[in-house]
């Protein structure tokens, strides 16, 4: 196995469990983010909080139906 294949196989590793960590954790966030949202927390609190913008979360986590 040459050099380049050795750094290029590991460097490939370590990106896929990057991405699964970053995965996990942007689905737990978004879970949150519509958790807050039904008890009536305000996506533009949760974006300040979060460093997102305001539209974004509103997007992941849209206001509850009226019932």
Do not use: N, Q, Y
């Given at each position: ?8 196989r590991a ?11 970053f995965?996990?954790?942007?689905e737990?966030?978004r879970?949150?983010f519509?958790?807050w949202?039904?008890q ?10 979060s460093g ?9 986590a ?6």
């Open positions: 196995m040459s050099d380049a294949e050795t750094e290029i460097a490939a590793r370590k990106r896929e469990k990057s991405k699964a960590v995965d996990r954790d942007d737990a966030l879970e949150l519509v958790k949202r039904a009536g927390v305000g996506p533009s609190d949760m974006a300040r909080w997102f913008t305001r539209e974004w979360v509103a997007k992941i849209p206001a509850p139906k009226k019932s």
